[in-house]
């Protein structure tokens, strides 16, 4: 299915890009509104997901079973899971890979641009998915993408398996786990019926954690 | 040859049906050929009964690449797979295909999977298809016409079956990868199958648009598997068989031949659809001629003026010499860039000059200018080997430049031009020479016309070059030139082209001489010119033609045009700006007028080491300080290699020896293909004086050794950015430590720390952007 980018986060592009929150010269500003103009122009945003019931951590009527503490947390009170996964489509990674070599400060920006884009069409696919089941009564977990935790980065490949991502919205995956086109994302969304207080997003349960650039500075990478 | 009459019916879903059998979601459906060959049996004599004349074998995702780690081999499966199909068939009149899909896994630019590699997994599967006895291959649901086209040359070159061949698109007319309809229509074409059209991901409602395009642009039977509609937000296909066969009907009066269903079609789907054609007769097309060329995402048909860029080609630019002669395509890739940014549709590209492998470097030529530029290329060589390298490898259908009048160049050529379905540019020249008179030279033309079509190469393939040579040596040349186009077009019909700079050849004040011979010819009927399309007077040329012939509307792009260059005429004025201010604001232009300036009345090393470093090093403070950040350390570092550009020229010109500090390898490790990082610590360092041999992305561990052994390398600097790949980071390390434990070096990426670049045996751990210098300093010494 097709989606539209609609707001990209620029305080999360400029920690991509390492800026310590000093002001930014108009140049530079300009260049990131072209950026995100571009990147929505050229993008071709694609989507789809499927929902799962659960037996423990085993996805019925797929071959799939989780594994790991983080997942089994996450979990643990779901009775189904939403499997999704999206990508901003091959001509971004082109476009990156062309102002490589013509323009490097651009390409940068670009890349980071394209991630935060990705990131804010995961945002409105969780919001849409959380409408709809919340007029069941139904609470979601927290948005969770293999590398979170301990749950292995490899499982994008089952998940991109299981939801057929190659002939659905062009999403592949390299012998190495690395999802091509580059800017996309598979992510895991439990289903309960009761509201959950567990939050991925703490440190602790970060591949990054111990070693994290924003917590070297004192900030943490999902501060507003 | 396929030699069918009247509408083909096709088989309809064959993972549908299994799913409906109880096969889950990411399980192979081509296992069930092994573990329960009843239920695939099955769905293939449903598929027959409903009147499918050709079925295709249960064996779409099977190359073995897929397959590791799993339970069966291709060959298992694939002969399982076509024996199934012959058990359904019994002794009945259907065809089997061997049915083959994406390999799933994204190729060479964005992926890791090279043309070569790719073209291997479809031979051993159509190599075991064959064995087994399959009537034709099935090449379907392919998104990527570079993958297409390995899979085309794989069954071409390894057996005589038949291909049908059908692409998937989405709704806005291209496949996930950009391609367009009418490129995969002539490129596979081109490449010789037997039928070809689109299946997959759309119904048919949305298929018409799309395949009523492809037919526009071949002569070739049209084959149509349309999904069972648009799936619902559930993934369901919904559209039920009766309004399937109906749509279905209609995409067949487009005199679409071959017909069947995919995603969510059954056998009543089949059916329905063939007592909807019952009453109808396979309407005859109408035969299509056009002349053009392609990449995936540029079409271009030849009409109008086309200007094909000339700049790619060593001739005359030591600079360009040397780097080819050191395998670093950069200056190539940005002459690309600028060309593509200028007046031209179409990129030539020539490496022929002495100190190079030429059939190596014009495979890597065209992979790495076609991974960067979508323009369509003309592969140009006089070396044949070279050519079919460049050929092989090109995803799209290019020209080749050229072929002459003499009959051993045009009977060892047309083959080749003819397998990988090109178009060409012959040269009115042969035995003989080059005539001095237009009838002489459009008999050259006439010979080239008649030879190529009896090879099979297609009237409209061919682009005869009149050729321009010096009005210096010869006052009537120009005329000799327009005399030639007026025969050819006039008599033969076919394309016209010049290299048109070759007329001021010797005289002062070239561009206007070029300018004003390319209008003539323009007037005369020239179809394309060899041009440079980055000269701003060339261009000015051009867009002036575009308004006169009345292609401008409103004057918009002329005008817009002269806007650009009034501003670039503007004198430069440098006195208030320093090397270090142009360089800090990344201000290239102003930085390229002053090193310019700078060498009138100094050396180019003492330019580097007085002014440029120190500029550099200024900015790196600012970095690690803060005040900036990375986008504008880059910009000034990018700004810096203008300036080096310029220089680096100079010292190619005057012939001296180069300015290098120490070889440096940079190799992001294989399995990964995150290269930024890689890019910025490249420009850095190169900035410094260092030359930094980027072995790119996705790089083998052998491939390093081998380069390090071969150029005597000192530091080497590895990437990755996966969990993942840390551990081909880390034997990567282990075998440059094996063949030379002295090397040292530094690794960089995002996942990495310097306890764990310890660990794995790094000698240094690049923390940030400019970290590289301090080492790189440390092991060659300031």
């Known amino acids: 299915m097709n989606i539209k980018i609609k707001n990209v986060d620029k305080s999360q592009i400029l920690k991509y890009l390492g800026h310590r929150g000093d002001s930014l010269d108009q140049e530079f500003s300009n260049e990131l509104e072209d950026s995100i103009e571009e990147i929505k122009r050229i993008s071709d945003p694609k989507w789809i997901m499927r929902e799962f019931n659960l037996k423990e951590l085993s996805l019925e009527g797929t071959n799939l079973t989780f594994e790991g503490e ?5 979990l643990k009170t779901s009775k189904s899971v939403v499997l999704f996964a999206t990508t901003l489509g091959s001509k971004v990674d082109l476009l990156i890979s062309r102002y490589s070599k013509s323009n490097l400060s651009k390409a940068v920006i670009f890349d980071s641009v394209a991630s935060a884009a990705v990131e804010s069409i995961c945002e409105e696919i969780e919001y849409s998915i959380k409408i709809e089941k919340s007029e069941k009564g139904l609470f979601l977990t927290d948005r969770f993408s293999p590398g979170y935790g301990d749950l292995k980065i490899q499982y994008s490949k089952d998940i991109c398996r299981v939801l057929d991502t190659g002939r659905k919205i062009g999403l592949t995956t390299s012998q190495t786990g690395i999802m091509i086109p580059r800017k996309s994302v598979t992510a895991i969304i439990g289903v309960s019926n009761i509201k959950q207080s567990y939050r991925e997003r703490g440190c602790t349960n970060c591949m990054m954690s111990g070693h994290c650039e924003f917590r070297k500075r004192g900030s943490v990478c999902y501060a507003k | 040859m396929l030699n069918d009459y009247g509408f083909v019916m096709l088989d309809g879903a064959m993972g549908t049906m299994l799913t409906e059998a109880g096969l889950k979601a990411g399980e192979k459906p081509e296992f069930l050929n092994i573990e329960a060959p009843e239920k695939v049996i099955d769905v293939h004599k449903k598929y027959i009964e409903a009147g499918s004349n050709i079925i295709y074998s249960n064996s779409f995702g099977v190359s073995s690449r897929k397959l590791i780690g799993e339970r069966y081999t291709t060959e298992e499966v694939i002969r399982a797979a076509v024996k199934n199909a012959k058990i359904a068939r019994g002794d009945r009149e259907v065809r089997i295909a061997l049915g083959l899909g994406s390999l799933g896994e994204m190729m060479e630019p964005m992926g890791t999977l090279t043309f070569e590699e790719t073209y291997e997994l479809y031979k051993e599967q159509v190599l075991i298809g064959a064995d087994e006895g399959v009537d034709l291959v099935v090449i379907e649901t392919i998104t990527d016409l570079y993958e297409l086209k390995a899979a085309i040359l794989a069954v071409k070159e390894n057996t005589r079956l038949p291909i049908i061949t059908t692409m998937s698109f989405e709704d806005n007319g291209r496949t996930f990868s950009g391609c367009l309809p009418e490129s995969f229509a002539i490129t596979a074409t081109g490449l010789g199958v037997s039928a070809l059209g689109v299946n997959c991901s759309l119904g048919p409602d949305e298929i018409y648009p799309i395949i009523e395009r492809v037919s526009k642009v071949t002569n070739l039977p049209l084959v149509v598997k349309a999904n069972a509609g648009l799936p619902n937000f559930q993934g369901e296909y919904t559209m039920k068989s009766q309004e399937f066969a109906k749509s279905m009907a209609k995409i067949a009066d487009l005199g679409v031949q071959y017909l069947g269903g995919c995603c969510g079609t059954r056998p009543e789907y089949i059916v329905e659809l063939k007592k909807e054609l019952e009453d109808r007769e396979l309407k005859s097309r109408r035969v299509v001629k056009v002349s053009a060329v392609c990449s995936p995402v540029k079409y271009l048909e030849l009409k109008g003026f086309i200007g ?15 780097s080819l002669a050191k395998g670093n395509m950069d200056p190539i890739i940005r002459e690309a860039i600028s060309q593509s940014e200028g007046y031209c549709e179409i990129l030539d590209v020539n490496v022929g000059t002495p100190e190079v492998d030429e059939v190596k470097t014009m495979r890597e030529a065209v992979k790495t200018i076609q991974s960067v530029v979508d323009l369509p290329l003309q592969i140009d060589s006089s070396n044949l080997v070279a050519i079919e390298s460049g050929l092989r490898v090109y995803n799209g259908k290019p020209v080749v430049n050229s072929v002459t009048g003499e ?10 031009i003819k397998k990988y379905g090109a178009a060409f540019i012959g040269l009115t020249l042969d035995e003989n020479g080059i005539s001095d008179n237009p009838i002489g030279r459009y008999r050259v033309a006439e010979r080239i016309v008649k030879t190529a079509i009896e090879y099979g190469i297609p009237k409209e393939d061919i682009i005869i070059d009149c050729l321009a040579l010096t009005v210096s040596a010869k006052e009537d040349s120009a005329m000799v030139a327009m005399e030639t186009i007026d025969l050819v077009k006039e008599r033969l019909g076919v394309k016209t082209i010049l290299g048109v700079s070759n007329i001021s050849f010797g005289l002062p004040g070239r561009d206007l001489i070029n300018n004003s011979f390319l209008l003539m010819a323009i007037a005369r009927g020239l179809d394309m010119g060899i041009i440079n399309p980055t000269s701003p ?12 012939w009345g292609k401008d509307k409103g004057a918009e792009k002329y005008i817009s045009s002269h806007k650009d260059n009034v501003q670039e005429e503007k004198p430069f004025e440098n006195k208030d700006i320093s090397v270090d201010y142009a360089l800090s604001k990344g201000m290239e232009k102003e930085l390229v007028d002053l090193t310019k300036a700078l060498l009138r009345e100094k050396s180019e090393l003492e330019i580097i080491d007085s002014y440029l470093i120190p500029a550099l090093d ?6 690690e300080k803060g005040e900036i950040f990375l986008p504008q350390l880059i910009k000034s570092a990018s700004t810096a290699q203008a300036a080096f ?23 992001t490790v294989k399995g990964d293909i995150h290269d930024i990082g890689k890019n910025i610590v490249k420009v850095i360092l190169e900035n410094y004086g260092y030359n930094v041999i980027d072995l790119g992305k996705d790089v083998a561990i052998e491939k390093i050794v081998e380069v390090a052994k071969e150029r005597n390398i000192r530091l080497i600097g590895l990437s990755a950015l996966m969990t993942t790949t840390l551990k081909n980071m880390e034997d990567t390390i282990n075998e440059i430590k094996k063949y030379d434990s002295q090397v040292k070096i530094m690794v960089g990426g995002a996942v990495l720390t310097g306890e764990y670049a310890k660990r794995i045996g790094a000698d240094y751990y690049v923390s940030d952007a400019s970290a590289d210098v301090e080492i790189a300093k440390n092991i060659f010494g300031e």
């Open chain 1, 70 to 74: 983080s997942i089994k947390e996450l």
């Open chain 2, 308 to 322: 094909v860029g000339e700049k790619i080609n060593p001739t005359g630019k030591p600079y360009l010499k040397e």
């Open chain 2, 407 to 416: 009959f051993d160049k045009m009977e060892e050529f047309f083959p080749i």
């Open chain 2, 537 to 548: 007077s060339t261009i000015d040329a051009l867009r002036a033609y575009e308004l006169l």
């Open chain 2, 618 to 623: 200024k900015v790196g403070i600012s970095y």
């Open chain 2, 645 to 667: 550009e310029i220089l680096k020229e100079s010292i190619a010109k005057k012939g001296s020896e180069n300015i290098s500090k120490g070889d440096i390898i940079l190799a």
